[in-house]
C-alpha cells in the first residue's frame, strides 16, 4: 500500500520536474532580445560612467599639478592627467562602437559587435594593468625620497593591492559576466531564427 503511494507520489514530482525542464528551455524570441536589450545598456551605462569619471578626474588632477612642487608628483600628475585623456578617447572609442549593436540588424552582426567589444575589453586590462603598474613606480619613489614611516608604506600597499582586486572583480563581475550571457542569449536568438526558417 504505501510502496504504491510512494510510486504514484514519484511519478507525480517526476511529470512536474519535466514541465518545469520544459519550460526553463523554452526561450522565446522576445524573451532572448529583452535579455540581450537588457545586458546590452548595462554595458552602454558602465561605458558612460567610466567616461564621466574620467573627466571628472582630468581636473582635479590639474588642479593638484599646479600645487605641485616635487619632482615625482609632477611626473605622477602628469602621466596621471595624459593617461586619463586617454581613457577618456578610448571609452568614447567604445560607446561609439556599442552604438552599432542594433536587434533589428542580423544576428551575425550583433555577435561581431560584442566580440569586438570583447577584444577592446581584454586589450583595456592588458593596457590598464601596464599603465597602473608605471604609475606606481613614481609614487613609491615619492616614499622613498622622503624617507615617509612605514604607516604610509602600509596604507599605500594595501590601497595598491585592494584597488587591483576590485578592478580585477569589477571585469569579472561586470564586463565578463554581461559578455558572456549576451553571446549566449545572441546564439539562443540565431538559434530560433534557424528554427523559424
Known sequence: MESEE???????????LKENDR?????????????????????KIREILNLVG????????????????????LIALIYTIVF???CIIWHSYKIRGLKKFDLA???SDNIYCINRYNLQIKR????????????????FLRYVETESISLLW??????????ALATYWFYKKIYD???????????ELKALKEKEE
Open 105 to 107: 540588424k542580423s544576428v
Open 84 to 86: 586619463f585623456t586617454g
Open 177 to 187: 559576466k554581461n559578455i558572456s550571457s549576451v553571446l549566449k542569449s545572441l546564439d
Open 124 to 139: 583595456e586590462k592588458t593596457i590598464g594593468t601596464i599603465a597602473a603598474s608605471i604609475l606606481i613606480i613614481p609614487l
Open 54 to 73: 574620467c573627466i571628472i578626474v582630468i581636473p582635479i588632477g590639474w588642479s593638484f599639478l599646479e600645487r605641485s612642487e616635487n619632482k615625482l608628483m
Open 6 to 16: 510512494l510510486k504514484e507520489t514519484q511519478a507525480a514530482l517526476d511529470v512536474r
Open 23 to 43: 519550460t526553463e528551455e523554452t526561450v522565446t524570441p522576445e524573451t532572448a532580445r529583452s535579455k540581450v536589450n537588457r545586458l546590452f545598456l548595462e554595458l
Open 154 to 163: 602600509g596604507l599605500t600597499s594595501c590601497t595598491v593591492i585592494l584597488s
